[in-house]
């Protein structure tokens, strides 16, 4: 609910409101699908299609194979971490 309020209250006070906040929204989804297209490619490359498709935790095993086993257990910790949806 306060992102609601935030982005109504920035387009309030925003000079060029009309044309800045899409814009503004469509750079940040594109920001964020490059990089989500970026991981996957780092996927694949690192892994392979195979040990994608195998792997319980792909993010883990990416930076194992990049950090080695600090990393694996940086992300495993990361992502264990994280609050459960109920």
């Known amino acids: 609910m306060a992102a609601i309020r935030t982005s109504s209250i920035s387009r309030a ?12 929204i469509a750079g940040g989804m594109a920001i964020v ?16 299609a195979a040990g994608v498709a195998t792997s319980p935790l792909v993010a883990g095993d990416l930076a194992r194979a990049a950090l080695g086993p600090a990393g694996d257990a940086f992300v495993s910790l990361a992502i264990s971490s994280r609050p459960q949806a109920s």
């Open 33 to 48: 699908t490059a990089l989500y297209m970026l991981l996957n490619v780092a996927y694949l490359r690192a892994l392979g």
């Open 13 to 24: 006070t925003c000079a060029e409101a009309r044309r800045r906040l899409p814009i503004g």
